[in-house]
């Protein structure tokens, strides 16, 4: 039994240490089975509420290195528009947004949450949720394991993530608003659907679906094929989250032009590694 990690996961309710144990089989199931019809499965109370409050203070102290961006994007994450497309094309609706990351590089050595990330028995776990095997930890040393900070009228609009695991661990909660919101399985590899895309992004909310966090909540999600945004925080109190990320391609990281517009800087790896995706999707 790894000794930390017991005082951060409720193990007694969520023994994720033992994956044959038959309530974490039951888990495993029914996170699989939501994952596989809704791209979504919550886990309530995952996280011990002394260990939530250790996230939220080492989350505090840094609060000033938080990269906070107010620039226009697009669901492909990309703030610069291509005229030689039509102009009704998805990729060229530009919407607002106001969010923040303390970047993974950043936090401290001792860090709760980075513990968390890089324990064998929470990737594992993952996985076995997700019915996917072999998924790593993401290579991008900015964008792996990082806090999100959504302050007041923070938003973040309609995207696809270009990690394809996203775990959604949230801190604090905003006194309103602050809501994800989701649209499972609109693209898959070789298939944007553009058109279903462009559908949600002019207001169609046939296909949304809203997910309620509580902190401690642990959320797993398929982002890189499910259109996902977070509406407008409202109230004094900003939004906290953790996110960390699993991947197929243990060697991809974002994109320089990603990193320089959501984590604020780009790295001489987000330049060696720069290369088209295999799953042919716009990233
Ligand atoms: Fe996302």
């Given amino acids: 039994m790894n000794d930390r990690l017991k005082t951060i996961v409720d193990l007694e309710k969520y023994p994720i240490h033992d994956l044959n144990s038959p309530i974490i089989k039951r888990l495993i199931e029914k996170c699989k089975k939501e994952l596989d019809q809704d791209s979504c499965s919550t886990i309530p109370n995952f996280i011990l509420p002394k260990s939530l409050e250790t996230m939220n203070l080492e989350l505090e102290k840094q609060l000033d290195e ?50 968390l990330y890089e324990t064998e028995e929470l990737l594992k776990f993952v996985s076995a949720c997700l019915g996917v095997s072999p998924i790593y930890r993401w290579a991008d040393p900015l964008a792996c394991h990082a806090y999100n900070v959504m302050k007041p009228e923070g938003i973040l609009p309609w995207h696809f993530d270009s990690c394809e695991f996203t775990l959604s661990l949230m801190i604090q909660k905003p006194e309103n608003g602050g809501i994800f919101e989701y649209c499972a399985n609109i693209r898959e590899p070789g298939n944007e659907n553009f058109e279903e895309v462009k559908k949600v992004l002019n207001g169609d909310r046939t296909k949304v679906k809203q997910l309620k966090l509580e902190p401690g909540d642990l959320q797993i999600f398929k982002g890189r094929f499910t259109l996902h945004r977070v509406t407008k925080v409202e109230g004094k109190k900003s939004r906290y989250m953790c996110i960390p990320a699993y991947v197929l391609d243990p060697w991809r990281v974002n994109t320089p032009e990603h990193s320089k517009a959501i984590y604020g800087k780009v790295l001489p790896i987000h330049i060696e590694r720069n290369q088209a995706r295999s799953d042919g999707l716009t990233d």
């Fill in 66 to 115: 938080v990269y906070m961006s107010k620039e226009k994007i697009n669901a492909y994450l990309y703030a610069k528009d291509d005229p030689s497309l039509p102009k009704e094309h998805p990729k060229r609706n530009f919407m607002e947004r106001y969010n923040g990351y303390l970047n993974s590089d950043c936090f401290q050595k001792n860090s709760e949450m980075k513990y």
